[in-house]
């Protein structure tokens, strides 16, 4: 497609239910990144992707969440046993390259509240 | 680590106003740097880049100038208009694989 998509646009689920957040990347783009919005924590990196592996997972906060990606394409990031603090917005990014030639271009992010 | 702050916010302004948001950054190396906008309702959007000292970002009127003794990159606007209203993240890469280190966001508001 022409951007970057990610769906759903918005989830609400209760407390201690998975969710699975996708994204699909610009075409031909190999490098994926995964970001948090939230209130008091700003914009944090999550993981990142280049191809189907995952260089730097260094930002996922604890072993409730995992993400994968196929095919060099779509990524899905899950969240299992979901927690109020989960509630946010997920933006996913890619890029045509790594470092600072290639900017990154974000989809319009997932909002997701956990009653 | 690296790390990004941006001036304390929000910010309000009168149409036609000059516009400064100040951006510092503590980064190994010599990242590249952004500013990244993020409109009522929409994505985030790549405002402007530098990727070496002295480079200067411009897009819409908007400009930043990688300065590497002081470590900064403001952005400024020399008559803000309504539709700029939004907010905006200063940014930093880590040129070894690209991670966005990003600063806290300040809301612009403009006033007609």
């Known amino acids: 497609g022409a951007g970057v998509s990610q769906s759903p646009s918005n989830k609400v689920t209760e407390k201690g239910k998975d969710v699975e957040l996708r994204c699909d990347p610009i075409?031909?783009?190999?490098?994926l990144y995964w970001y948090r919005q939230s209130l008091g924590q700003g914009l944090e990196f999550l993981i990142y992707f280049q191809g189907n592996s995952a260089p730097d997972k260094s930002g996922l906060p604890s072993d409730r969440f995992s993400a994968e990606r196929t095919g060099g394409s779509v990524s899905t990031l899950t969240i299992q046993r979901t927690q109020q603090e989960d509630s946010a917005v997920y933006l996913c990014?890619?890029?045509?390259?790594?470092?600072?030639?290639?900017?990154?271009?974000f989809g319009d992010g997932t909002r997701l509240s956990i009653l | 680590g690296n790390s990004v702050t941006q001036m304390e916010g929000p910010v309000t302004l009168s149409e036609e106003a000059f516009l400064t948001i100040n951006c510092t950054y503590t980064?190994?190396?010599?990242?590249?740097l952004f500013w990244y906008v993020q409109y009522p309702g929409e994505g985030l959007q790549l405002l402007l880049k530098a990727t070496k000292a002295d480079d200067k970002g411009s897009n819409k009127g908007f400009e930043a100038t990688y300065r590497k003794e002081t470590t900064s990159f403001h952005l400024e606007k020399g008559s803000v208009q309504v539709s700029d209203s939004a907010v905006y993240f200063c940014?930093?890469?880590?040129?070894?694989?690209?991670?966005?280190?990003f600063g806290q966001g300040t809301i612009l508001t403009v006033h007609p």
């Open positions: 075409s031909g783009h190999t490098a």
């Open positions: 990014a890619s890029s045509g390259g790594t470092g600072g030639m290639q900017p990154q271009h």
């Open positions: 940014a930093l890469i880590d040129t070894s694989y690209g991670k966005l280190t």
């Open positions: 980064a190994t190396g010599y990242p590249s």
